[in-house]
């Protein structure tokens, strides 16, 4: 299984699932930059089949902005991207982790910030009705 990842599973609707996602993102101050359908994606460009996915693209602006100052090229690591797919049993909702993905940059600058994006990913998760946790 991913190790890169925070993953929960939510017994609930897939909809209702992402527009609680979007809901807890915004509390934690993260906007949606990005909603990218994967199933509608598939079909269109492939004409293949595939089950809800939707990878959506948050950011923090003033997280993302300290972020930015310690390290210009951290751009090509954002936003931090948290998907919602239908499981066979449930929803699964899924967020990057910023401590796994930022250590790629190797810059201790980045270690408080991305332990805090990490926190606020992980109350987003937390805070979805019927929602949790998978192991790693």
Do not use: W
């Not at 951290?74 to 449930?90: F, H, K, Q, S, T």
Request: with cysteine.
């Amino acid at each position: 299984m991913a190790n890169y990842t925070i993953r929960y599973r939510v017994d609930g609707e897939f909809d209702d699932t992402v527009a609680a996602v979007e809901d807890e993102l915004a509390e934690e101050g993260f906007g949606v930059l990005c909603d990218i359908d994967v199933q509608a994606t598939l079909k269109k460009k492939l004409d293949e089949e595939f089950r809800q996915y939707r990878i959506l693209g948050a950011c923090n602006p003033s997280m993302a902005h300290e972020a930015l100052q310690e390290e210009l090229e951290l751009g090509a690591l954002l936003p931090c991207n948290v998907i919602v797919y239908e499981r066979d049993d449930a929803v699964g909702v899924s967020a990057v982790d910023p401590e796994v993905m930022l250590s790629v940059a190797d810059n201790d600058a980045l270690d408080p910030i991305a332990e805090d994006v990490g926190e606020r990913l992980t109350r987003v998760l937390e805070a979805l009705p019927n929602a949790e946790p998978v192991e790693n």
